[in-house]
């Protein structure tokens, strides 16, 4: 018996260990990333915490978080079995921020001016419902079935799909929802958040105020070979730093978000490790790099928050849309912009178009192939803050396709060839979700006319 008992406690023993060495370190992640997605779901969208928690919430190791909403104070503190607490707040225009216990929460803060404007007009140019339109070479039976069965029937949960909304010749032919979503949802589009980062660079790019094509203005690498880095190389990941991105374990990406005050110092401060253009790494850490050089593009704070929804997210109409900030007032383009799910397509159909958002050139032409021209050493498969086809990693999807791409699948695609915008938001990603059978019904059902 006394035998059994030793070797229990041994065992027991080595489960101590291994949780201090293996998983311990992991919990401040994990609380905080619980503190943050509740918050942001539940003061953005208003989904309740049980919701948020079934669902937002409901992978690896997330679950293990205890969380507690404050409605008054509009702030979310969770915690891993009593341990590493976190804390994150709501603040009006800025959404969610994670924050550590040295963050002034009394300390006056900016935030960005909104401006909407009326129209009459339809969607995508205005505030109407779109007009019913039927198109003769639309099989429309073929669409909605295709549409259908990217959804979970009753009683499944592996799809996990949201929504799905496709858009030909401006019109939408096709849309749905999943039970407790509507249009009217915002949802966390992550990674795609990338893509409205790099098209602000495009924006400046167009107004003569900025050439990706020099080295980029980032003080702190004129001593050291990465002088020699442009801000296109950074657009196109391609820029030779050091980075880890993985999100199942502890790594570079994860202290960013999950630990670092200011995000736009992650990357800065790494070692180059291959000379640019030569290393294709993709990076979060380089895109809120690049949130960074775009502050510095302003005199004022005031100027830089403004200028994202000035320039790009109120000028196309994506009322909806929030881009949150960091503890340091930066927005995070990485990761965190929010939208429903028809204000996401309308980047899409701004790129369709390139850059003419009915009738106004937001930016130049060019750009839209810039994005979607493969980046050196991607195998066809990125370009700048946009993903691509070209290498045919959707076999039965045109070439021509890019998309703006999130985690747990999060897809605007753009497929010129076909005049199609097709916006997909869930929770499963190209691993657990087919998106080429997805993409090859929708473009299946449309012919060309």
Known sequence: MKKYFKIGVFIF??????????????LEVISGFSAKSVTSAHFIDHRSQEIIEKS???????????????????FVTSNVFGLKKRKAIYREGLGATLINDGFDVTKPYEIPKRTKSSSKLPFPYGDAEPKDTVFANVDYAKL???VANAFDAKGEDEKRTRSVLVIYKDKIIAEKYADGFTKNSIILGWSMTKSI??????????????????????????N???KY????????MNSGLEWDEYY?????ATKMLFQDKDMTQSQLIKP???????HWNYSSGTTNLLSGILRKQFKTHREYLDFWYSALIDKIGMYSMVIESDMAGNYVGSSYGWATTRDWSKLGLLYLHKGNWNGEQIFDASWSKYVSTPTNTSNGKYGAQFWLNAGGFYPDAPRDLYSCNGFQGQKVFIIPSQDLVIVRMGLTGDSKFDFNSLLKGIVGSVKKD
Request: with cysteine; glycine share 8%.
């Open 224 to 226: 050291d070979n990465r």
């Open 248 to 252: 199942d374990r502890i790594c570079d």
């Open 144 to 146: 909605n079935q295709a």
């Open 229 to 236: 880095i442009t801000t296109n190389d950074l657009l196109h």
């Open 197 to 222: 980062t790099g098209t602000l660079f495009g924006i400046l790019q167009k107004q003569g105020r900025f050439d990706i094509y020099k080295p980029a203005p980032v003080a702190e690498w004129q």
């Open 272 to 278: 180059a490790v291959f000379k640019p253009n030569t």
């Open 56 to 74: 937002d919430n409901d992978f690896d190791v997330i679950g293990w978080a205890t969380n507690e909403i404050n409605e008054s104070g509009r």
């Open 13 to 26: 023993f080595l489960f101590l260990v291994y949780f201090g060495f293996a998983t311990y370190p992991k």
